[in-house]
């Protein structure tokens, strides 16, 4: 089974911190993906990856940064941390194929910015 | 207007019931769509592809209306383990809202 690895499911930052969420995937897919989970807001997309060191902006970027040195491991940046950056975040691999490829989840990182 | 819409609902049905969500998507090149089940404090997993001819999985039918950009799930004979939220996926990456049902015995 793929599996798709957050280094913390907890995580309390103070405002103006500078945090890393790291997200690692084992089954050497090419696509990977951060998502960020509010309440009635459903998952929304903040950047993603289709190789390595190649980033594309998603929905809701604008905070945020990504970093993807080598092909199992996509991280999330952000570069100076805002209380509306409370959320959950979930990072997400997917296999380049001819289509309907399945999104593999990690358990996703609670963050709260005080 | 936003890529994927979905009702949110919530959807409060008793065990049996018939139940139908539908997700309207505003790309109309969009090529592959999902739905996706959440269950409390988890994270997605794949519930079934929508494939354009339609798809059944025991009691859930997925189908896709491409001249009216919509996709629809529908859950038969509910169970109380039913109870999640669905979400719709458009384009491998793009997520609704999410539609919580409740099954009540």
């Known amino acids: 089974d793929v599996k798709v690895t957050q280094s913390s499911r907890y995580l309390v930052k103070r405002t103006g911190e500078k945090v890393f969420l790291e997200c690692v995937q084992d089954?050497?897919?090419?696509?990977m993906f951060w998502y960020r989970q509010d309440p009635g807001l459903g998952l929304r997309l903040i950047y993603f990856s289709y190789d390595v060191k190649m980033k594309e902006k998603g929905d809701i970027p604008e905070g945020y940064s990504v970093s993807r040195e080598k092909k199992e491991r996509f991280s999330l940046i952000l570069e100076s941390a805002s209380t509306n950056q409370t959320s959950m975040y979930l990072c997400?691999?997917?296999?380049?194929?001819?289509?309907?490829?399945?999104?593999?989840f990690g358990s996703g990182t609670q963050l709260s910015v005080l | 207007r936003k890529e994927v819409e979905q009702d949110p609902g919530p959807f409060n049905v008793p065990e049996g019931a018939t139940v139908a969500f539908n997700c309207t998507y505003s790309?109309?090149?969009?090529?592959?769509f999902f739905w996706y089940r959440q269950d409390c404090r988890k994270e997605p997993k794949l519930l079934m592809s929508v494939y354009s001819s339609g798809n059944e999985d025991g009691r859930f039918t997925a189908q896709l209306n491409r001249a009216s950009q919509y996709i629809s799930l529908l859950i038969r004979d509910s169970k109380l383990s039913d109870s999640a939220t669905y979400l719709c996926v458009v384009n491998d990456m793009r997520f609704g809202a999410g539609t919580r049902l409740t099954v009540k015995p």
């Open positions: 089954m050497d897919h090419e696509n």
């Open positions: 790309n109309s090149a969009s090529q592959s």
């Open positions: 997400a691999s997917s296999l380049v194929g001819q289509g309907y490829e399945k999104l593999f």
